[in-house]
């Protein structure tokens, strides 16, 4: 399409933290790209629990508002601005939910999620939850052919994230053992089957016998649920009490010190959440004495994430799809969210 002045699309906007009414449905001018941008027109919006804190709010963080919230999408390049060569009008297209200065040491190095000029789509800048987006055309990447747009739009923040988390930070290897929580969740979901193609055997955690059932589905080699069993207990019985290589945090304050106690000596924890609260109390004598790591870890580069969508391609990796929405049912999707009642990623359709 070509966007006269006047036309408009509707997005997504936040303008003040708090509940779900804060999600404003608007409409707004069709973005012009910009040069060295393309404007996708968006097919699908994947939401992540990112898109909830920007909704929220979180205290100590400003989020530069109003904001288009939402930091995946997948859909077809509709114009390019000047300068952009490598794709065309129509191209399927994934967006890359980091946007970095190309032009640092970090950029240069392949570590552009560690970037001083580092943006996440709909955290720090506009985002995706709209009709048309503009990004730098380092921000798209072909999507994966046999996926589906909501599919294809349910990859990218969670499975860099995961990805980065235990390749790049943890360095998880064939043949060790790694502890995933919440294995049903964006991030956790992507972890177990990220594990599971390095080789490594996975020991998962889900709440509920049904969540149980599908993270097993995704290629959890044993699964605890967490409402029924002690996961300290049950890690310490799976590996004949010496405990695990790795653990998956992300939850935080509910479960960093059952954590700790899984991680066999040497072995290192990385996280990249703390859903449940950030301060926890920790034993120096457990570190230094057992040779512990802990690592943090945010995004990922776009070197890996374009490794991780030749994955899709090859059908090695896949998302959890729970619903679809109108882009106006944007609140009920958050409701979704936080009440942890998908089973998967929720997507919605602009
Ligand atoms: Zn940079």
């Known amino acids: 399409m070509v966007a006269g002045a006047m036309a408009n ?5 936040v303008r003040e933290h708090g509940g779900f009414d804060r999600l404003r449905l608007e409409e707004r001018p069709v973005p012009v790209p910009a040069p060295g941008q393309v404007r996708v027109r968006v097919q699908a919006i994947g939401l992540n629990h990112l898109d909830t804190w920007v909704r929220r709010g979180v205290p100590g963080h400003t989020f530069p508002l109003p904001l288009i919230p939402s930091s995946d999408a997948c859909g077809v390049v509709d114009a390019l601005g000047p300068g952009v060569t490598g ?10 939910p980091g946007v970095s200065c190309g032009a640092c040491e970090a950029c240069q190095s392949g570590v552009d999620q560690l970037c001083r000029d580092y943006h996440i789509l709909g955290e720090s800048c506009d985002g995706t939850s709209a009709a048309f987006v503009c990004v730098p055309a380092a921000n798209i990447a072909a999507k994966p052919r046999a996926l589906s747009a909501p599919e294809a739009a349910s990859i990218c923040l ?22 995933v929580h919440a294995g049903l969740s964006g991030v956790g979901s992507a972890a177990v089957q990220i594990a599971n193609v390095l080789g490594a055997q996975v020991i998962a955690t889900a709440g509920g016998p049904e969540k149980c059932a599908q993270v097993k589905a995704l290629g959890a080699h044993h699964v605890i649920d967490y409402r029924a069993a002690d996961f300290v207990a049950e890690v310490r019985s799976l590996t004949g009490r010496a405990g695990v290589h ?30 449940t609260g950030g301060n926890v109390p920790l034993s120096l004598h457990a570190v230094f004495f057992k040779s512990l790591s802990i690592l943090g870890s945010t995004m990922g580069s776009k070197g890996d994430l374009r490794t991780i969508l030749r994955l899709f391609d090859q059908g090695r990796l896949r998302t959890v799809l729970a619903r679809e929405l109108p882009m106006a049912q944007v609140g009920e999707a958050h409701r979704l969210l936080e009440a942890r009642e998908a089973l998967g990623k929720v997507v919605l359709l602009p």
């Open 9 to 13: 699309m509707p997005c997504v906007v």
């Open 246 to 275: 790795v653990v998956f945090e992300h939850v935080g304050e509910a479960t960093f010190t059952g954590s700790m106690k899984c991680l066999q000596r040497g072995g290192r924890l990385v996280t990249c959440g703390a859903t």
């Open 158 to 179: 969670v499975f860099q994230t995961a990805w980065n988390m235990l390749v790049r930070r943890a360095e998880l290897r064939a043949g060790e053992t790694v502890l």
């Open 87 to 96: 794709c065309k009008a129509g191209d399927p297209v994934v967006v890359l």
